[in-house]
């Protein structure tokens, strides 16, 4: 009887077994991995191409090493021209840059630093500066970054475009207050107190009750002043952004009985008044948060400029604010508006809790030239 055999033979002559059930099954499992990893890259790209946004994949030396339909479009650029071709340092506004810098160096060294949503500006080529929003994280296991962009310019557009009505409007009611209710309250006032002596002459407990009227009267008045104050900063307009922000101050301490440190670099002056004026409010709503929430005993305002661009730094020992959320992401009208303004005024704001207290940070660019206001007032 022939007995087959079951060995294979290679060319050169020699015998090969046959490979075992083992390794049959071995071979069977990769190939099913590597078709399940195949499948899986297929859905990454199809997710990475209609995430709806621009999205891009950022290497550790900040290469861009892979961009998708909507990132091309923003940019009026192709994957052909970014992609291994293009640093992401290249493609950020430069007011921008060293903020965009340290956050990805942070991100790869100490993520907690490293915010995961905010904004900035990109420089495309067919469009200009866009104001983005990025919302950006680390792939697992990688060291490379992956961010998704919207493009926010109409609607930060749109936002200055309410906040500056919004501000037109707080002017003319602060004015009305001020000259006309202020006037007429103070002239009650005045009345009141002639009158006060004309009884006081026939009836001494009339004169008493006239008394308490003039006080209630010089309590609105006081009250009419302040309102107006808030509403139509007059210092910034008539003797420039120092002498609204120690008017502030002064109001601190008058109501709060807390006495802020105050320092203030002139070279500040050169915003012009809508930017002054966004500074200001910011200022205020910052130090009202602390003196009325966090019980402070310490308040520092310090307003400094250097290298181009101006900041802003309110330290207070106290806690007035959850650090979990964001500026935009904080409840409260007042926290909602900082934010806005900041944007309006193409600065960056900050709000962050320590062992210390709570610090508000304002960053932006001053512009050129040395006179003090862009709007000529106080020019040298």
């Not at 099954?25 to 990893?37: D, G, M, N």
């Not at 940019?75 to 921008?96: T, V």
Request: glycine share 8%; proline share 4%; aromatic share 4%.
């Amino acid at each position: 009887m022939l007995r087959r055999d079951h060995r294979h033979h290679h060319p050169s002559g020699r015998v090969l077994s046959r490979p075992s059930a083992a390794l049959q099954r071995s071979r069977s499992r990769w190939r099913q991995k590597a078709l399940a990893l195949k499948d899986a890259m297929v859905r990454v790209d199809t997710i990475f191409e209609n995430t709806g946004t621009a999205t891009i994949l950022i290497e550790e030396d900040f290469t861009i090493s892979a961009i998708n339909d909507g990132f091309a479009r923003l940019m009026g650029m192709g994957p052909a021209e970014i992609e291994g071709r293009i640093k992401w340092p290249a493609l950020i506004h430069a007011d921008d840059l060293e903020r965009m810098r340290r956050y990805h160096v942070n991100r790869r060294t100490n993520p907690e630093d490293a915010p995961k949503n905010y904004e900035f500006r990109l420089l495309s080529r067919t469009m200009g500066t866009r104001e983005v929003a990025i919302t950006i994280d680390m792939v697992p296991g990688t060291s490379q970054s992956v961010a998704s962009l919207m493009d926010v310019t109409d609607t930060r557009r749109l936002e200055r475009e309410v906040i500056a009505v919004g501000e037109r409007e707080r002017r003319r009611i602060g004015r009305d207050l001020h000259d006309d209710l202020g006037s007429h309250l103070s002239g009650v006032e005045l009345l009141s107190k002639v009158l006060q002596k004309k009884v006081a002459r026939c009836s001494p407990e009339a004169s008493r009750d006239m008394e308490t009227i003039r006080t209630l009267i010089t309590d609105a008045i006081e009250k009419t002043r302040r309102l107006s104050l808030g509403l139509y900063p007059v210092h910034i307009v008539e003797h420039g952004l120092e002498a609204a922000m120690e008017a502030l101050a002064a109001e601190i301490e008058d109501i709060f009985g807390l006495t802020p440190d105050l320092a203030f670099d002139p070279a500040v002056e050169r915003l012009d008044n809508t930017a002054a004026t966004h500074l200001y409010y910011i200022a205020r709503e910052a130090v009202f948060n602390a003196a009325r929430h966090g019980r402070p005993t310490t308040l520092g305002i310090a307003v400094e400029a250097g290298k181009g661009r101006f900041s802003v730094r309110i330290r207070d020992n106290g806690r007035w604010r959850d650090d979990r959320r964001t500026p935009g992401e904080q409840e409260g009208m007042g926290l909602h508006t900082m934010a806005y303004r900041a944007r309006a005024m193409g600065a960056t704001l900050s709000i962050d809790n320590d062992g210390g207290g709570t610090c508000v940070r304002l960053s932006g660019a001053l512009p050129a030239g040395t006179g003090l206001h862009g709007n000529g007032r106080g020019a040298m």
